[in-house]
């Protein structure tokens, strides 16, 4: 079981029952997700490579207090001698700045695939460059205490194995999709929101391919276009929203990327810089965030990589 688990983070997919390449390629790309953005999105969908390109600052804080910085002007910056110095002396607070530069949306999702036996888990890593928190309503301390750079979020397709393994036609690939989770804010909170049946009629297909809406601002990720409360802060209440009009991305049409064979997959900083305000007390009992958020490589997001999304999770219920 070790064994096997090594080499699902290894390579993205477990070692026993063994998917083929071909299989890999064709599942992922035939079931990447349509991305469709509110008309109002500042941030959409970029790609890594296209915010490192900025030339961000690498930021830690070390024992003594000092807060080295190191320029970061290559995707193998984990294999720099200093990063990996900075890394190990300096973990506290390990962050990238990017002086809340966004560069150009880009049509990229960044995939890995586990099984289990009796399934195919696909997961699409999507990259956003700034969280605009303004967007959710509140006023000022919403907006001060949840934007931040960097934003992961993702989109997971869970697979009936024997299904899509025959499956000769579209209809039949599209019939093998078992279960949907969409990522939001906390895990836990609306999970109605989040798993769906494949049958789910609640979901928007073209052909193959799930149709997702990122909240303005805040990225997460939605079945449907509209406005979805989140919490009431002092009588104020906070919701994403989406219009479904914005800028549409068909990720199979564009660049799709193993995630575990990225080369700063493994940097276990935060992609945003670390920002010290006043905002502790609320960060500790909502979702809110004023630094940037963890890679899927940190971690406590290696479970995701292993088990998907369906970890102590029962099957969600069909809606009609």
Request: glycine residues 8%.
């Amino acid at each position: 079981m070790l064994i096997s688990g090594l080499l699902s983070f290894l390579i993205g997919v477990s070692a026993d029952p063994v998917l083929t390449e071909a299989q890999i390629q064709k599942w992922v790309r035939a079931f990447a997700p349509i991305v469709v953005h509110d008309s109002r999105e500042t941030a959409a969908l970029t790609s890594v490579e296209g915010q490192l390109a900025l030339k961000p600052l690498l930021q830690g804080t070390c024992v003594d207090g000092a807060r080295p910085s190191l320029a970061v002007e290559s995707l193998d910056f984990m294999q720099q001698t200093d990063v990996q110095q900075l890394v190990q002396k300096c973990p506290h607070e390990l962050a990238l700045s990017f002086n809340r530069q966004i560069s150009k949306p880009e049509p990229v999702a960044y995939y890995a695939v586990v099984t289990d036996g009796l399934y195919v888990k696909l997961q699409y890593w999507l990259y956003y460059a700034w969280n605009d928190a303004s967007q959710l309503g509140g006023g000022g301390i919403v907006q001060q205490c949840g934007e931040h750079e960097g934003d992961w979020e993702h989109v997971s397709i869970r697979l009936d194995r024997r299904l899509i393994e025959q499956a000769q036609t579209p209809e039949q690939m599209r019939d093998a999709i078992d279960d949907v989770y969409l990522a939001q804010h906390h895990r836990k909170q609306h999970t109605e929101r989040k798993y769906f049946r494949g049958s789910d009629k609640q979901l928007y297909f073209q052909g193959t391919q799930l149709k997702v809406f990122p909240a303005l601002g805040s990225h997460a990720t939605y079945a449907q276009p509209g406005r979805y409360a989140l919490m009431t802060l002092l009588g104020i209440q906070i919701a994403d929203i989406n219009d479904g009009l914005g800028l549409s991305f068909n990720l199979a049409q564009g660049r799709l990327e193993s995630i575990v064979k990225q080369p700063w997959f493994t940097f276990p900083g935060r992609w945003g810089a670390v920002v010290h305000d006043n905002c502790d007390v609320l960060e500790a009992v909502s979702s809110a965030s004023n630094d940037g958020s963890f890679g899927p490589g940190h971690a406590h997001k290696v479970k995701d990589l292993y088990e998907g999304d369906w970890h102590d999770q029962l099957r969600p219920l069909a809606r009609p």
